[in-house]
């Protein structure tokens, strides 16, 4: 099924470590997105893409980095993970600026 | 710069009622808008949308949501509650001056009683 695919679905680091979230679109989309979902605070930007080649700073940048790796992939890492990164991590794509987002499932992290 | 308040962090209403989720924003430019939905553990889907065209939107299941530049409200109404609405909504704003970066609510949680 088209989509955004995340991996992994659930993930738990110890302090320190790193990892890397991946995220895959097969819609042609030019946009891609990560962000984070924390309680009672909806979703903020941590990183996008508005096309391949390009990468910018959203709301919540630190701690993070990103890498578009052609125009389907866009992943998210995290060098030293801190307790402080526990979220689920959302990413998104998007072909125009009025069209809605299409979401992945979601990476629920836990960093202990 | 571009915000939403979502006025309601809970709404719990009746099965068969009708369903009411506030939502206010701000704006610099003519804002696109969305309604999003998140059952649990859940990604999220999108519901409706507006773009400067009709400013009462329609979405799936029978959500609709109307555009109010006056009071900078975009409230998401549905007449009829089902228990299969029960999950979070969000409401979000996107600004072409923006970056074309949506910015989200903080999540309505809907709760529907039988």
């Known amino acids: 099924n088209a989509g955004v695919t995340q991996t992994p679905k659930f993930q738990v680091l110890k302090t320190g470590q790193s990892m890397t979230l991946q995220c895959a679109q097969d819609?042609?989309?030019?946009?891609m997105y990560w962000y984070r979902q924390d309680p009672g605070m909806g979703l903020r930007l941590i990183y996008y893409s508005a096309s391949e080649g390009t990468t910018d700073k959203g709301e919540v940048p630190n701690g993070y980095n990103v890498s578009r790796l052609n125009k389907r992939e866009f992943s998210l890492r995290l060098e030293s993970a801190a307790p402080s990164q526990t979220s689920v991590y959302f990413c998104?794509?998007?072909?125009?600026?009025?069209?809605?987002?299409?979401f992945g499932s979601g990476t629920r992290l836990t960093v202990v | 710069a571009q915000s939403v308040t979502q006025l309601d962090s809970h709404v719990s209403v009746s099965e068969g009622t009708p369903v009411l989720l506030r939502c206010n924003y701000s704006?610099?430019?003519?804002?696109?808008l969305f309604w999003y939905v998140q059952h649990p553990n859940k990604g999220l889907q999108l519901l409706l949308k507006y773009t400067s065209a009709a400013t009462l939107v329609k979405g799936i299941n029978g959500f609709e949501a109307e555009f109010k530049k006056s009071e900078t409200s975009f409230h998401l109404t549905k007449p009829s509650a089902h228990m299969s609405d029960a999950a979070e909504y969000f409401c979000v704003v996107s600004e072409r001056n923006a970056g074309n970066m949506l910015t989200f609510g903080g999540g309505t949680r809907l709760m529907v009683k039988p």
């Open positions: 819609m042609n989309h030019n946009s």
């Open positions: 998104a794509s998007r072909t125009g600026i009025d069209y809605g987002y299409t």
């Open positions: 704006s610099s430019y003519s804002p696109s």
